[in-house]
């Protein structure tokens, strides 16, 4: 059995249950436009229980990553210190400060004594001036929040304005970059150094850290943390700069930046309903489809009330990045594949404009939703599938972003079925009726107008009719570019063209992709005119990145003796052989204390009680060593190390995987620790995530494309432009700037879903099509699904187009990669595809005969005489046992009354039939349609209005020579005689082959059915 014959049983399956439902919703419209108003409202009021995440670690950095292990387990380990005895290197998280970076204004060095007293005095105003109120309303400042060492305040460089360090400064000693065992490059900015002495500064960061030992300490420094930003912003030097930041600061301006941007939500929506207004406008005032645009509209928005209602009432938090979704869905839905809302309207609108010489509403909607159901279904399928696979990402703004966005395409789905499909409906019994669209009145044709006398600018405004054929409606938006594209894609000099081209964009393609970066710069979640991106910006460029490492020995260990000393050593010794560790440099609790007076190894209890005495002398140490609650035993410590400064992203990552290495190497069990590992992890996680999520999409895909278009050629054809397409998507992140991370993840992610719309809507078109060539094939599929993919493109186009103007880098990404893959999937599906299915695309071949096994076919009595009806040399259709017909030549359209029961077989036909003759023999009247036999196009559609009783239908063809009959594939090959040309009839299952014909030279072949309807799929000349 051919491929094509399993795709057209298994789709004939499914439009049998699209068909029972468009004559559902025929018959209730009311009560499915309602009920779905009704659902997605109450739904909606699930957004009261909506809660928002707006902490930039848990959303952009690997969820339950090893660096968020091994910081519980630090936690868990060792005590909070910061209000008692703060070290920064003991922090298991990147701790609660205020920030400043002061710069000379003149470019001059800071290293001056004039800026030593500018510096004091900025530092004394934040001293003296920050404060807020605590719940008494006493006024607390930094002195009562502050992190504590050695019982004072601790502010990181504070050391810049002691008297030891000016006086080093005057005299240009100031070793870099350490003094002593103080590293002071991450104090100093735009430096420069000769032979190892500071020469140099422009800029001196202070840091004041904060106390988060407790929950009320962490509340207090918070309200610290604002009451600095307030104040800090309205201090103000003559001969600096001040360039400020807090802990907080990246949460607040990213939560702050793209609340701000939801105001563009409005203006794509207004854009959205005149798109959808424009592009539906045609025919006349009875005719015009153009509240059927605005009604797909409101569908889709009503999806997202209700999709967002019920995913916050599951208690799916909501993260700043989904408040791009409405954006993708309005504006995406569409963009081929039936996206996400618009694009089923458009496939919904175009099916209908299909339909319009069926006579009754109830079957326009049933031949509708066949014609149109799997398509948006395919699409809808595929793309929540890709969301789907989305929501098992390890980044938790990924996650959630894909379960809301892909609950959002279901409901944008159910609501075009449903909302939709009952406006099509109500659209349709109002035309029947010939009412107006503006006022619903009854009006008269605009022939009958003109000839009443009336003016052309009454005539057009208030006369009207309903659509007899698709070009009544058809909207010049795609009528004239897809006659354009028609002749491009088979001509065969703009084919080379073409294939040239796309060869040329996978290179370049596969170039970027190799090159792009990974990683996210936190920086960019905020809008450039942030004060956090000054001095994010500031910080990155002109400040060393030195990174403290501890390795922490995770259990009880009896460090007395020597071969565990041994092995502490030989790890440390191995850390700091690698290039980007200072050798240096190391904080040895161990070390230090096996060379102080008291070290006393003659047993494990001689050893903790020499420590503790020794802790007291070095309370700087007390951090890095956490004894069991009786006080006897080491069941934890940690040692330190120091990096040198690593800016790139890609770095970072490996650094921490070779510390990890090194840790795990170790005959110690012991990890590997550093706050920003939590961030480091996005570097190496999210190309294999990626991967991972890639493939299994793909495969999902594939799948799903072989369930629905089983073709092995459209299959590989599929899959192939989907990966083009996600190269081309990659290898432009890097030509645009743009990095691999959990942002960008989410559009590659939907481009797979996307990609494969895209390519979906052509192929399918080409595989139901019936035209003998493949470029007859290819051009029917761009009629068929040419004008909803054009629509989707410039739909999702004008749907993202708000947010260009958006100072959000999450809004500008989404804009960037969603209009590549709207590009992209467009290029691929109106040029590549089409091209090359042109030249490989599957054919049908016909080399079976009529089975030897079939039944002889008797005589027919009343078969017509050949001097009645052989007029010439001409192929003939004859339709016999008619009693009365209407001939439409201008919509080539021929209506028929069956003589004994009067029901009506509507024709229609190509426009290059032509009606020969009305011939009447005795009480049997025939209609004949000859052609010239230069093409005789598909007969699209032969359909009784009603089931035929006990008369059978009959379609008789004359003047053929030879027959090859193959029951089995649904199809006749006759032999025409006087030009040995052959016509091919593809006739549906129902028909049956009841006689073969024989009087005198005309061999004819007569077709029956008892069953509606009645389908001539095509009849062609090869």
């Not at 109450?42 to 809660?51: A, D, K, N, Q, Y």
């Not at 054929?469 to 001509?491: A, F, G, M």
Request: proline content about 3%; charged content about 20%; some cysteine.
């Amino acid at each position: 059995m051919r491929f094509r014959d399993c795709y057209e049983k298994y789709e004939k399956q499914i439009s049998k249950l699209f068909e029972r439902y468009g004559e559902l919703v025929s018959k209730y419209p009311l009560v499915f436009l309602i009920g779905c108003l009704i659902v997605n409202s109450l739904l909606g009021i699930g957004l009261v229980r909506m809660e928002t995440e707006n902490d930039v670690e848990t959303l952009y950095t690997p969820m339950n990553s090893q660096a968020q292990q091994d910081r519980n387990q630090l936690r868990e380990l060792y005590e909070d210190k910061t209000g008692t005895n703060f070290r920064l290197e003991n922090l298991a998280d990147l701790g609660l400060y205020g920030e400043i970076i002061i710069q000379t204004k003149s470019g001059d060095s800071i290293l001056e004594e004039k800026y030593f007293a500018e510096i004091e005095r900025i530092n004394n105003h934040i001293l003296t001036s920050v404060s807020f109120e605590d719940e008494s309303n006493s006024k607390l400042y930094y002195e009562d929040t502050c992190a504590r060492q050695n019982g004072s305040c601790y502010i990181s460089g504070i050391s810049v304005l002691s008297q030891s360090f000016r006086n080093l400064s005057s005299v240009e000693k100031i070793t870099y970059p350490q003094i002593g065992q103080q590293f002071i490059s991450q104090m100093f900015g735009n430096v420069s150094v000769s032979n190892g002495i500071l020469k140099f500064a422009t800029m001196v960061k202070l840091r004041y850290n904060l106390n988060q030992n407790t929950t009320q300490t962490q509340s207090r420094s918070r309200q610290w943390e604002n009451a600095f930003l307030y104040e800090i912003k309205s201090l103000k030097s003559n001969s600096t700069n001040i360039i400020y930041a807090t802990s907080g600061s990246l949460n607040q301006e990213l939560d702050k930046n793209t609340q701000g941007d939801i105001i563009y939500f409005s203006l794509t929506f207004t854009l959205m309903i005149t798109y959808a207004s424009l592009a539906t406008i045609g025919g006349d005032c009875v005719s015009d489809r153009s509240h059927l645009g605005r009604a797909g509209v409101l569908a889709t928005v009503l999806a997202i009330l209700g999709s967002f209602g019920l995913v916050s009432a599951c208690g799916v938090k909501f993260v700043n990045i989904v408040g791009v979704m409405p954006f993708l869905v309005i504006g995406e839905y569409s963009s081929i594949k039936v996206r996400i809302g618009l694009d089923d309207m458009f496939l919904l609108m175009s099916g209908l404009a299909e339909v319009t010489h069926l006579e009754t509403v109830p079957e326009k909607i049933k031949k509708t939703m066949v014609n149109s159901g799997v398509a948006i279904t395919i699409t809808s399928v595929t793309d929540c599938l890709a969301f789907g696979i989305g929501a098992s990402s390890v980044f938790y703004s990924v996650r959630n972003f894909c379960i809301y966005t892909g609950v959002a395409i279901i409901f944008c789905y159910l609501n075009q079925l449903t909302f939709t499909t009952a406006c099509l409906v109500i659209h349709e019994r109002r035309s029947e009726k010939g009412r107006s669209c503006v006022t619903c009145q009854k009006v008269k044709p605009r022939e009958d107008l003109r000839t009443e006398g009336k003016s052309q600018c009454f005539v057009f405004c208030c006369g009207g009719s309903p659509a007899k054929n698709r070009s009544d409606v058809d909207n010049p938006l795609e009528k004239y570019p897809l006659r354009v594209l028609k002749k491009i894609v088979v001509n065969k000099l703009l084919k080379v063209i073409i294939l040239i081209l796309f060869f040329a964009y996978l290179g370049v393609s596969i170039w970027g992709t190799i090159n792009l970066k990974q990683g996210l710069d936190l920086k960019d979640l905020v809008s450039k005119d942030s004060y956090f991106y000054t001095y994010s910006s500031i910080d990155q460029e002109f400040f060393s990145t030195e990174i403290s490492v501890s390795f922490v020995i995770k259990t009880e260990q009896n460090y007395s003796q020597q071969d565990i000393q041994l092995k502490v050593n030989d790890l440390l010794t191995k850390a700091k052989k690698d290039n980007d560790i200072y050798s240096s440099f190391e904080i040895n609790w161990l070390k230090d204390y096996m060379t102080s007076s008291v070290y006393d190894p003659t047993s494990h209890s001689t050893f903790v009680n020499g420590l503790k005495t020794f802790l007291q002398y070095r309370p700087d140490l007390d951090g890095d060593i956490a004894f069991d609650t009786n006080g006897t035993k080491i069941k934890s410590s940690r040692f330190h190390i120091l990096s040198k400064s690593i800016k790139q992203s890609s770095d970072q990552g490996k650094f921490m995987l070779r510390m990890r290495d090194i840790a795990s190497s170790s005959a110690l069990p012991c990890f590997s620790y550093s706050p920003p590992f939590i961030f480091f992890e996005q570097y190496v996680t999210i190309l294999a995530n990626t991967l991972q999520t890639l493939g299994i999409a793909v495969g999902v895909m594939l799948f799903v494309t072989t369930v629905f278009m089983p073709h092995p050629l459209l299959v590989i054809l599929v899959t192939t432009t989907m990966v083009m397409i996600i190269v081309g998507i990659c290898g432009f992140m890097h030509f645009w700037g743009l990095t691999l991370s959990s942002v960008t993840m989410i559009h590659i992610i939907m481009s797979v879903g996307f990609s494969v719309d895209f390519s979906a809507h052509i192929c399918h078109g080409y595989i139901v099509e019936n035209a003998e060539t493949r470029d007859e094939r290819v051009k029917a599929a761009i009629t068929r699904s040419g004008g909803p993919i054009l629509n989707a493109a410039v739909s999702s186009v004008l749907g993202i187009l708000m947010l260009i103007f958006s100072n959000s880098f999450i809004f500008q990404s989404f804009f960037k990669l969603m209009l590549l893959v709207i590009l992209f999937g467009l290029a691929h599906s109106i040029f590549f595809l089409p091209v090359i299915l042109s030249l490989i695309g599957p054919m049908n071949t016909h080399t079976s005969t009529l089975p030897q096994d079939e039944p002889s076919l008797s005589s027919r009595a009343d078969t017509l005489q050949e001097d009645e009806l052989a007029l010439d040399n001409s192929l003939k259709i004859i339709i016999l046992n008619i009693e009365e017909f209407d001939f439409q030549s201008e919509i080539g359209k021929i209506i028929l009354k069956r003589k004994e029961n009067g029901t009506h077989v509507s024709i229609k036909y190509p426009q290059d039939y032509a009606v020969k003759e009305i011939n009447e023999n005795e009480a049997t009247k025939s209609l004949i349609l000859t052609s010239n036999l230069s093409l005789i196009g598909p007969i699209n559609e032969i359909a009784l209005d009603e089931e035929p009783r006990e008369t059978l239908f009959q379609i008789t063809i004359l003047n053929i020579e030879e027959h090859e009959y193959k029951r089995k594939r649904c199809k006749i090959i006759l032999k025409h005689k006087e030009n040995e040309k052959r016509v091919i009839i593809k006739y549906s299952e129902i028909y049956a082959v009841t006689e073969i014909n024989e009087n005198g030279t005309i061999k004819s072949l007569i077709l029956k059915s008892v069953l509606p309807p009645i389908r001539m799929e095509q009849m062609a000349i090869i």
